[in-house]
């Protein structure tokens, strides 16, 4: 694991802790969508994305199978894009 790796581990769990989500939560899942938005759509659409899937995710008292779906969604739309 490279340096840069376990700092974002280090910060995913204490922003997870910050935030009241739980940490074991995979971040690679937003990395990959993130990536996904910005190479389908521009790369501005990255953040935009990752903040309203989890936006959406709020809204809908998503579990993690929802969280999923949410995530397969945005995909979906960031590759049907144009």
């Not at 739980?22 to 899942?29: E, G, N, S």
């Amino acid at each position: 694991m490279s340096n840069d790796d376990e700092i974002l581990q280090r910060w995913w769990r204490q922003l997870c802790t910050a935030l009241g989500v739980d940490p074991d939560a995979d971040p690679d899942v937003l990395l990959d969508l993130a990536g996904t938005a910005a190479h389908a759509v521009v790369r501005p659409a990255a953040p935009l994305t990752t903040f309203l899937v989890g936006y959406a995710a709020g809204l809908a008292d998503a579990d993690a199978a929802g969280m999923d779906s949410l995530v397969e969604r945005a995909e979906r739309a960031a590759e049907d894009f144009g």
